[in-house]
C-alpha cells in the first residue's frame, strides 16, 4: 500500500528531472535532443509555451489580436472565432509540429517557410478573399523589417492571421501538428 505522501514526492521527483534537463539545456543549448526532452516533459506538465520555447517555437495564436472576422454576411464575434480555433489549439502539439516542418541540412528551421495548419470558414470583414489560417513560418527578409530581433535566429512562429494566399500543397496534414 503507497502512502498519501507518494504522489507529491513522485511529483517532486519529476521537478528534480526538468530542472536537472533544463540546466543540462542551459550548459548545451545546441542539443536537439535535449531540447526534446525538455519540451517533452513540459508538454506532459501541460506548458505548452514552455514546450514551444524549449524547441524554438513561438507561440501567437491570438483571437483578439485579428481584424473583425465573418463569414458571408454574418459578423463573427470574438468567442465566435475563439470557438473556430479552440479545438486546434488544444490538440496542438509542438514535437510533433518541429519533427514535421522543412529543415536545413544543419538541423535549423529552413528560413522564408509557410506551412498552413488548418484554414477555417472565416474571413476579414469587408475582404473576402483574407482567409483566417492557422499556419507555422519562419522569418523571410520581408518579415525581418518587422521582427528584427529574428536575425540570425532559426525561430518557427505559429500564429493565426488573415491570408489571400492559400497553397494546399504548403497544408501540413493534422497528423503533423495535433497531438
Known amino acids: 500500500m503507497r502512502p498519501a505522501h507518494a504522489p507529491a514526492k513522485m511529483e517532486g521527483v519529476t521537478d528534480d528531472v526538468l530542472r536537472a534537463l533544463e540546466r543540462a539545456l542551459a550548459a548545451d543549448p545546441g542539443d536537439r535532443a535535449l531540447r526534446e526532452r525538455v519540451a517533452r516533459e513540459r508538454g506532459r506538465r501541460g506548458d505548452r509555451a514552455g514546450a514551444c520555447e524549449a524547441l524554438g517555437i513561438r507561440w501567437e495564436p491570438d483571437a483578439l489580436a485579428l481584424p473583425a472576422m465573418g463569414w458571408g454576411a454574418h459578423r463573427l464575434s470574438v468567442a465566435e472565432v475563439s470557438d473556430l480555433v ?13 519533427a514535421a516542418f522543412p529543415r536545413r541540412r544543419d538541423g535549423a528551421f529552413r528560413g522564408n517557410t509557410t506551412r498552413f ?3 477555417y470558414r472565416a474571413h476579414e470583414a469587408g475582404s473576402t478573399r483574407r482567409r483566417l489560417v492557422l499556419l507555422a513560418w519562419t522569418p523571410g527578409t520581408a518579415s525581418l523589417w518587422a521582427r528584427p530581433e529574428d536575425r540570425g535566429r532559426a525561430v ?24
Do not use: I, N, Q
Open 117 to 119: 495548419l488548418r484554414r
Open 156 to 179: 518557427l512562429t505559429v500564429s493565426l492571421e488573415t491570408r489571400s494566399t492559400y497553397s494546399p500543397r504548403a497544408l501540413l496534414p493534422p497528423e503533423a501538428w495535433r497531438g
Open 86 to 98: 479552440k479545438e486546434d489549439l488544444a490538440a496542438f502539439d509542438p514535437l510533433a509540429l518541429a
